[in-house]
Structures are given as C-alpha cells and as structure tokens.
C-alpha cells in the first residue's frame, strides 16, 4: 500500500492534463490521417501538452518524445484512448530515470513497441463493442420514436453515443495513465473488462428481443371451417403465446446462422421463400 501512495504521488500530471490530452486527441481523431502516418499526428497533437510538461526544458528528449508520438498510429478513439495515458506514464517514467541518472529501462523503443504492440487489439475491441455493437443498440432504442415522425429519433442516438463515447475514451486515459503498461493486462484480459463484454452481450440479447417484436411482424391468415364452426390459426397462436410466429423466424434465422455462418443474403433468400410460399397457399 506504501509503495502504491508513493507511485500515485510522483504522478506528474493531472486529471486536467489527461482531459486536456484526451479531448485533443478526440477531437482530432478523424481529422488528421495521412498514408504515411495513419492517424500519428492526431496521436501526436493529444501527446504534445503532455509531453511538455514532462520533458521541460529538456529539448533533446522533447525532441525525441514528438517524434515517437508522431509515428505511425491507427486505433479506435475511444478504447486506444488508453494508449495515450500509458504512453504518457512511460514518458514520465523515462524522464525520471533520465533525471536519476542510472540505469535507463524504459527507452524510446519500449514505448514505441508498447504503442505498436496495443492499437491492434484495443481497436479490434472498440471497433467490436462500441462501434459495431453500443452504437445501433442507441439507434434502436430511438426507432419507435422515429418512426411516429419525430426528429428527435434521428439525433438522440447520436448524441448520446457521442456523450458516452467522450466518457469513455476518457475513463480509459485516465486507467491507462494510472496503471502504466499494467493497464493492457486489465483492458485485454482483465476481470473488469469482462463483466463489461458480458454485460453487454446480455444487453444486445435483450435488444434483439425488444427489436424482433417491434418490427417483425408475421401473422396467419388460415381459417379453418368445420360444420359451421370457424377457428382461425392466428387467434388460437396467441393464446399459445403471442408474436410466436416472428419468434420462429427470429429463431430460425438464429439457428440458420448457427449452423451456416454468417450469410445474411442466404437467409433473406430462404425466408423470403418459405414465407412467400406458404403466403402462397394461404398459410399466412
């Protein structure tokens, strides 16, 4: 517990700095790309303040720090925001190995290789749960309201995935600076990190639900006649359980992705057939 106070003591910079530093970068993100450097100059205009105030007067290792932070780069914004504070930790830690005098061992190649070795898999996450999975969880939260007319249904997804996005490429700057190169183990493997895939995997299962009953809708048209007595199918199936048709679908397309893959032009072309077909026959 000593040494843990004694670390979070020496820490140079503050909540101000990574906010700073977190908010440049996001807000450059998708502004500064080249062929030759990705989005490094985005990186590198979030690391400039803090670097600053690391290194000094000290203009060589400056000089060195903005060029390793210029280098090529490529992340999702808000996971790989985390590379920014451990980035900023490594820094700190150098230049008070520099200031000590002794034996360096966080060099300008451990933090380049630390920066490389992570976009890859932070970005495959953040591209996978925040991009591709939280952000269409906000739309279909909002496609009931767009769907009566009103605008605030095509701009409130966007806005909160923004609010949320902001927080948290900024809860991960903070953890990366905080832990150090400690953080990577937490973010790719880490106990926390997992009760937060997990959750959000049964959150999308309960958004599948809530969008399959909104707008799948099935219903049978059969009627059976005997000796006077009409029954219709569809009245007989909601008493069984309502929406049990869409739920078949639903689950049919589930267990056809299961066992074929992902092939979402096969499946639109099988349901499209057996659906039309027994609309054929007056089925549905």
């Known amino acids: 517990m000593e040494n843990s106070a004694e670390n979070i003591e020496k820490k140079l910079l503050t909540n101000k700095d990574l906010t700073k530093m977190f908010t440049r970068w996001w807000l450059s993100h998708e502004t500064m790309r080249t062929y030759e450097r990705g989005i490094g100059p985005a990186f590198f205009f979030g690391m400039y303040p803090s670097l600053k105030k690391i ?50 061992t966080i060099t300008g190649e451990v933090i380049e290789n630390t920066k490389v070795a992570l976009f890859g898999p932070l970005a495959g996450i953040g591209d996978s749960i925040t991009n591709g999975t939280l952000h269409y969880i906000f739309i ?13 249904g095509a701009v ?78 569809q009245d007989i199936l909601n008493g069984i359980l309502p929406g049990l048709l869409p739920l ?3 689950m049919g397309v589930y267990f056809y992705f299961d066992k074929k893959g992902l092939k979402p032009l096969q499946a639109i072309g099988w349901v499209t057939l057996i659906v039309g077909g027994l609309a054929w026959i007056g089925v549905l």
């Open 140 to 152: 279909s939260l909002f496609l009931p309201l767009a769907l009566t007319g009103n605008w605030l």
């Open 156 to 233: 409130l997804p966007g806005i909160i995935f923004i609010a949320y996005t902001y927080a948290e490429g900024l809860f991960f700057t903070r953890l990366g600076y905080n832990l150090g190169r400690q953080a990577a183990v937490e973010l790719l493997g880490g106990g926390m990190m997992n009760t937060y895939v997990n959750s959000l995997s049964l959150l999308g299962v309960f958004m599948t639900g809530i969008i399959g009953s909104s707008f799948v809708k099935l219903s049978s048209s059969w009627v059976i006649a005997i000796e006077g007595n009409t029954w219709s199918i």
């Open 248 to 250: 078949a679908v639903i």
């Open 55 to 104: 290194y000094g007067d000290d203009q060589e290792q400056f000089l060195e720090a903005k060029t390793r932070a210029l280098n090529f780069f490529n992340g999702q914004f808000s996971w790989c925001a985390s590379i920014l504070g451990i980035s900023a930790s490594l820094e700190e830690e150098r230049k008070r190995e520099l200031d000590a005098g002794g034996e360096v």
